[in-house]
């Protein structure tokens, strides 16, 4: 079935530092999502993207739906302690029978 | 506030003890659907519901149960629960399945331990 490969799996970082993670697969698909969870919380939505290439900002956070439609990027600018959590990624493709897939989630800890 | 509400918050029951996870969304949602979350794992869907009385099993649907009788609510039953059932359970709804605007709103998640 389709999978996506989500790296890196978790993060260390300092606060001010950039942050990148992204999500790749085998198959394309017709829409991404990045999702937030906050610890003890569920996951919270981001940032959508619907366009091959579409380039996506939610104030520090930037995302990129890749030109393939095989993969998307996430992008934190200037971390802040606040950004600790689990990101997910998620990809729908409009197949018939296929349900939105997530990726196992990238680990985000940063320290002040 | 449109929101999807998911109840008990926190479970813990022994083996056999059959028991239902109740979720509700107030946005006239047509899609529903349930995950467990598990470390390493990810978000794993377990069953889904395209409307009313209508619905289908996702990736790991052994061991629950769901039912659609209404468009508003979609409970997971687990009739003889196990302790690998022990998770975090996110019930999550969308507009529909397929538009554009097909974007998940999950609960705030149902920690569930089998003892």
């Known amino acids: 079935g389709q999978q996506l490969n989500q790296s890196p799996q978790s993060m260390f970082i300092q606060e001010g530092e950039d942050v990148s993670m992204n999500c790749t697969s085998s198959s394309i698909f017709n829409t991404w999502l990045w999702y937030k969870q906050d610890p003890g919380e569920g996951p919270v939505l981001l940032i959508a993207l619907y366009k091959a290439g579409e380039l996506t900002s939610n104030g520090r956070l930037t995302a990129q739906f890749g030109i393939t439609r095989k993969d998307s990027f996430l992008n934190i600018s200037a971390s802040i302690p606040s950004d600790v959590g689990i990101y997910f990624c998620?990809?729908?493709?409009?197949?018939?029978?296929?349900?939105?897939?997530f990726g196992k989630g990238t680990t985000l800890s940063v320290s002040s | 506030e449109a929101q999807v509400t998911q109840n008990p918050r926190y479970l813990i029951t022994v083996t056999g003890k059959k028991l239902t996870v109740t979720c509700s969304q107030n946005?006239?949602?047509?899609?529903m659907s349930w995950y467990r979350q598990d470390p390493g794992l990810g978000l794993r869907q377990i069953y889904y519901s395209m409307n009313v009385e209508v619905t289908d099993k996702g990736d790991v649907p052994e061991g629950y149960k769901v039912s659609r009788k209404e468009k508003r609510n979609f409970p997971l039953i687990l009739e003889s629960p196990s302790p690998n059932q022990t998770s975090l359970y996110f019930c999550?709804?969308?507009?529909?399945?397929?538009?554009?605007?097909?974007?998940?709103?999950f609960g705030a998640g149902s920690r569930l331990t089998v003892l």
């Open positions: 999550a709804s969308s507009r529909d399945r397929w538009s554009g605007a097909n974007v998940l709103t």
């Open positions: 946005m006239n949602h047509e899609y």
């Open positions: 998620a990809g729908l493709s409009n197949q018939a029978g296929t349900a939105l897939i």
